[in-house]
Structure formats: structure tokens, C-alpha cells
């Protein structure tokens, strides 16, 4: 597909905008078909890898026609979680180069973020991953354009993070899929394309110093703030923790900003110093302006800051759902009356689908299965509702089906087969069928299908704990105090074994409010299991903990630390990892047990 000559602020051409959704009506249409023909091309490149060539033995799956194909290899290829494909993985990375997933040798491992099950995983990343990176970023800008358009010449304030790349015992670059698609031919591409709208140079963005590049995102996109027209990250807490730590060090920029110099002891990194201080100038006046407005700011609690700051700036954009749905009160809160747009649903593993509503609020937000990006099949499952004390597994499923199979209204969990080396491969997350766009699914992310709090019959997901958390907040907002984030940790070790949920709490709130939070929280949890080892106690009442401020930061150094990106990171919202249970109960200041059900 041609760019066209004339731009339109996405630094894409309304004919090349016009072309790709084009594009993407004509594959929805044909979903069923596209999804066989890109199963077939998938095969057809890698039918003779190892994997699986144990599977199919000498079945000519590659001369078959599309229909014929499709059910074969779902007959023959088993289901596979990521530790059925781990042995395989590891010898690619400590150097293998036999043909074991893919006919093409694979030069670099993804590392999945890790925070939402606690464990990194390697997954293969090719030039596939970073072309359909590049092609959802102009997809969905397409469809974004349409509702919100951005004037030529503008910039973006984007708050992204690469983290540090290494090599594996086998020479391979392992890295987050984020880092690596920075890296790659196609982030510059689209860098050239949209090069006078990206408010930070590349310096900026691979520092590896997630609390220096934040104040070089937050300096440079103010230094150009006239010119930003939407703010983005890839993750909303990105955005959260950049807009906090502006509210410490707004002072700081605003100096430089005046001075066209860069404070030596918050910025010590050479490259990134000459980087930014090549592209800035000494802006006295805006500097001033800046002032006046953050002052004001100060005393609204920050309310509104981003049309504030950026006056032209037509809406923040990010992904919002699931785990990130905590951060949206305070995303409107900075955002005022902003639109918020909620971006796109994808994995480390493979891209999902596209939001081609952009206008809807970020609760309402569906995402368009792209049929080109993996083959993908769906389990249908049942969330045991009765049945506490039989059943052993938290969900009831039945036999997979293709796209064109699902039902509006049903939950499934994903499985993809990818151009990068996973065969029926579970990722793991749950997603409702919200409706369809001509013939595509429309998927409601519901969340992560690994259960994150059982103690023994009772089985809550993360959904659940994010309702009851809701529901305990409410009466924590009445009071004017707000929930800067949370977790969790079902304690097993005591008995009887119960629930440790973790506040980490902006303001001041009576003991007796918490009291009733933590009351709530226990008789909100509508889990048959829990219900009923509740009233025989053989769940203990529930504790909430309250701790000190900073707590979520120190849990994020950790993961950083440990090698995830910021772009990436996700506050794990149950956790046994021994050192994340160590620093919530160092930083504990408080605690309450729930007097329900006594
Ligand atoms: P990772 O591969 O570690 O970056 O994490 C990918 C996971 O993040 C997915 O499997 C989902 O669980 C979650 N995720 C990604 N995009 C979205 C989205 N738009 N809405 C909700 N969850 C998402």
C-alpha cells in the first residue's frame, strides 16, 4: 500500500489512510478465509520445522487445500502452553540454529513483561513482529484520524521505554518487545514518517533510565508543548507515573526550560544530556508561563493538567483496559475534560486487535481481531458459577473453534498460531465476543484466565479482585483520600489461610473508614467457593493492608531492575514472589481484618 503525497498530521497521506482501512474492511469481511489463507501461508513456510514435523509426521499438510489444512492441523497439533514450547526456546537461544520453530533462523527473544504471571518468558521475535507493530501503529492512527484529526506539523509526547538488550549464552539479543521494535527498521520508518511530530530523540527513549528519561519526555514535550497533539504510552500507567513524578519536579524543568540547560543531578547519562540539550533553547517566556500554570495547577491537585500544559493537544492515548482500568480515574483526573483513547489489544506473542471506535470511553472499548497477524482459535469457557465443591479447575471449556465460529456473548480464551514459531499456543487471556465488525470479532478483554487468589475451593481472577477493590475504594473516595494502586497475596501459610489485599493511599483517612473498606472488600468477593469458606471459616477474614507511600514505586524498581521495560510493566495484582511480599509487609503501616461474617 502507497503513502500518498499529502499528510495529514499522522504523517500518513488521507489516501494511505484511506488504503489501509480499505484494506482492513476487505480482510473483516473475509475473516473466515483470510484467517485459513494465513494458516495455510504460515505452514507452507515452516512445515518441515522440527516442532512440527514431530507432530505431523509425514502428513503433506502444505499440499492440502485451505479447509482441508485447517482441520488436519488442528487434529494432529496439540494445544501448547509456553512450557510445552520452553525446551525448544532454550536451545534457540543458547545457539541452536537447526530448524526448530521456524524455517528462518530466529536472531532475537522477546521477553515477555513477566508482571502479570510473575515469570519472564522468552518468545521468539522476528521481522514479523515489528511489521505488524508498525502496521496496527497505522491502522489504528487511521482509524483515530477519522474521529480526532491532528493538524500537520504537530508532535506527539509519547512516554516510551526501552530497556537494556543482552545477549543469550547463544549470541541471540534478548530484550522486551517493546525494546526490540525500537530497535528495528520499522520504528525508524515510522520515525522518518512522523520524524518532526516525536517530541524525544532516540537517546531519550533507550536510556535505560526510566526516571531520566521520564524528565526528558516531560522536558521535551513542554519545551515543544504548543506543537504536541496527543500525549501517548503504551500502557495508562506510563503516562500515571509521569504526570506524578512532574508533580516533584516541575520546578526543575521550568528552570531548565528558561536556561536551555539540563539539571546535572537529575540528568547524568552524556548521550541523553547532549541529545536533549542539542534539540532545547533557552525559553524564558515559556518558562514563566509554565510557572504560572503549574502554581495554579498545584492548588487544583493537578486537575486538568494536560489541556493545561498542552493546550493543543485533541486526546491521551494508551491502552487502558484490564489491569489498567485502576489508572483511568487518575488519567481523567489529569486529563480534565481530554477524550481519552484507549489503544490497541496485543501480547509479546503476537498483535490481537485494533480499536475502530475511538471515540467510545475506555470502558466500552472492543477490539477488531486483525486475521492477517496469527491464526487464532478460541476455547470457549464457562465461569463455574454453583458447583464450589466439585470442580477443580476454575473454568469449564470445550473444544476450540475457529474465528468464524465464535458467538456474541460468549467468553473464550485465545490460542494463536504465529509467523514466529507457536503452534496453538493458550496465551492465557479471556475475552468476550462483544459483537463484530463485518465479519471480525469484536473482543471484550476480560482478563487473565490464570486464577490469582485461591486459598483452597474459592477461585477469584483478577477481574474479580479489581470489582472488589472497586467497590472498597468507593467509600475510600467519599473521604476525599484516593487509591494510588494495589495488590494482592492469598496467605496460606497462616491458617486458616485468607486473603492479604494492599493500599498504597494518597490522603488522610480514619481508621474507622478503613475498617468499612476492608468489610466491603470481604463481602464483595461473589465467588461461590469464597462465600462458603467464609461462613465455615476455613477461610479466614479478609486483611487489608495499608502501605506507606512510595511502596508501588519500590515494587516497580524491582521489576526494572530485574530487566522489565517500563512500556511494558504491569503492577502485578497478586503476587507470592517472597520479595514483593517482603517489601509490602516492610512498608506496611497498617492493618484492618474484616469483620463480616462473624
Ligand atoms: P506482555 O506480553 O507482557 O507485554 O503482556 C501482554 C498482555 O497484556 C496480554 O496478554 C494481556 O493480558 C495484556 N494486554 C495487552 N493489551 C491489552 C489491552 N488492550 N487491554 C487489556 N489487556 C491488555
Known amino acids: 500500500m502507497e503513502a500518498a503525497n499529502n499528510t495529514n498530521g499522522n504523517g500518513y497521506g488521507n489516501n494511505y489512510e484511506c488504503d489501509i482501512i480499505r484494506w482492513f474492511e476487505y480482510i473483516s469481511e473475509n ?28 502428513t503433506k499438510i502444505q499440499d492440502m487445500d485451505a479447509c482441508e489444512m ?5 487434529s494432529l497439533v496439540p494445544l501448547a502452553s509456553h512450557t510445552d514450547l520452553e525446551p525448544y526456546i532454550q536451545r534457540i537461544a543458547d545457539g541452536d540454529t537447526a530448524s526448530l520453530l521456524t524455517q528462518e533462523p530466529i536472531t532475537k527473544l522477546s521477553l515477555s513483561s513477566g508482571t502479570t504471571e510473575g515469570r519472564q518468558k522468552y518468545v521468539p521475535f522476528t521481522k514479523h513482529s515489528s511489521q505488524t507493530t508498525l502496521q496496527i501503529f497505522r491502522l489504528a492512527a487511521a482509524y483515530r484520524s477519522r474521529v480526532y484529526p491532528i493538524r500537520e506539523g504537530g ?56 526516571k531520566q528519561s521520564t524528565y526528558c519526555h516531560l522536558l521535551l514535550g513542554l519545551f515543544f508543548s504548543d506543537q504536541v497533539e496527543f500525549i501517548t504510552s503504551t500502557f495508562a500507567y506510563s503516562i500515571v507515573q509521569a504526570f506524578t513524578a512532574f508533580e516533584e519536579c516541575w520546578q526543575d ?21 547532549k541529545a536533549v ?7 524564558p517566556y515559556l518558562a514563566s508561563k509554565i510557572e504560572v500554570v503549574c502554581k495554579k495547577l498545584e492548588s487544583l491537585d493537578w486537575f486538568g493538567l494536560v489541556p493545561k500544559l498542552w493546550p493543543n493537544a485533541k486526546y491521551v492515548y494508551s491502552i487502558m483496559t484490564g489491569s489498567m482500568q485502576h489508572y483511568l480515574k487518575k488519567l481523567r483526573h489529569y486529563a480534565g475534560d481530554l477524550p481519552l483513547v484507549s489503544a490497541d489489544y496485543g501480547s509479546t506473542e503476537s498483535w490481537i486487535g485494533v ?18 497477524f496469527s491464526y487464532f482459535e478460541f476455547i470457549p469457557i464457562h465461569r463455574r458459577k454453583q458447583d464450589c465443591n466439585s470442580a477443580i479447575d476454575d473454568f469449564i471449556e470445550d473444544e476450540p473453534v475457529p474465528l468464524s465460529q465464535v458467538k456474541l456473548g460468549q467468553e473464550y480464551e485465545i490460542v494463536l498460531t504465529s509467523f514466529t514459531g507457536l503452534y496453538r499456543y493458550r496465551l492465557g487471556d479471556v475475552v468476550e465476543v462483544a459483537g463484530f465488525h463485518k465479519g471480525t470479532p469484536k473482543l471484550n478483554f476480560v482478563c487473565r484466565r490464570k486464577l490469582i487468589l485461591t486459598v483452597n475451593i474459592d477461585k477469584n481472577t483478577e ?24 495488590t494482592s497475596h492469598a496467605d496460606i501459610v497462616n491458617q486458616p489461610g485468607h486473603y492479604i489485599i494492599y493500599w498504597e493511599i494518597k490522603g488522610d483517612v480514619e481508621e474507622g473508614v478503613l475498617n468499612q473498606c ?32 512510595g511502596a508501588f514505586r519500590m515494587i516497580l524498581d524491582y521489576f526494572v531492575g530485574n530487566g522489565a521495560a517500563l512500556s511494558q510493566f504491569k503492577t502485578p495484582r497478586c503476587t507470592s514472589n517472597q520479595v514483593l511480599v517482603r517489601i509490602l509487609n516492610d512498608w506496611t503501616i497498617k492493618r484492618f481484618h474484616s469483620t463480616a461474617y462473624c
Do not use: W
Request: glycine share 6%; aromatic share 8%.
Open 31 to 58: 475473516a473466515g478465509e483470510v484467517q485459513r489463507e494465513t494458516l495455510r501461508r504460515i505452514l507452507e513456510q515452516n512445515y518441515d520445522v522440527e516442532y512440527l514435523k514431530k507432530r505431523l509426521g509425514d
Open 70 to 74: 485447517e482441520t488436519l492441523y488442528t
Open 155 to 210: 508532535r506527539i509526547l509519547e512516554f516510551i521505554y526501552s530497556s537494556k538488550q543482552f545477549k543469550t549464552k547463544g549470541g541471540l539479543t534478548a530484550g522486551t518487545a517493546t525494546t526490540h521494535y525500537y530497535a528495528s527498521e520499522e520504528f525508524k520508518i515510522k520515525q522518518e514518517k512522523t520524524k518532526s511530530f516525536t517530541c524525544s530523540p532516540e537517546e531519550v527513549i533507550s536510556s535505560g533510565e526510566y
Open 253 to 273: 524543568i521550568c528552570i531548565d526550560i528558561r536556561e536551555g540547560s539540563l539539571s546535572s543531578s537529575r540528568i547524568t547519562l552524556p548521550k541523553m544530556r
Open 277 to 283: 540539550l542539542d534539540t532545547i533553547s533557552p525559553k
Open 355 to 372: 480499536n475502530v471506535d475511538p471515540s467510545f470511553p475506555p470502558e466500552d472499548v472492543t477490539f477488531a481481531v486483525i486475521p492477517t
Open 463 to 486: 477481574k474479580d479482585l479489581q470489582l472488589v477493590v472497586d467497590r472498597g475504594s468507593q467509600l475510600l473516595n467519599k473521604t476525599g483520600a484516593e487509591l494510588v494502586d494495589f
Open 518 to 549: 476492608c468489610r466491603e472488600m470481604d463481602v464483595s468477593f461473589v465467588d461461590p467457593g469464597y462465600v462458603v469458606s467464609r461462613r465455615t471459616n476455613s477461610i479466614g477474614p479478609l486483611e487489608l493492608c495499608i502501605v506507606k507511600r
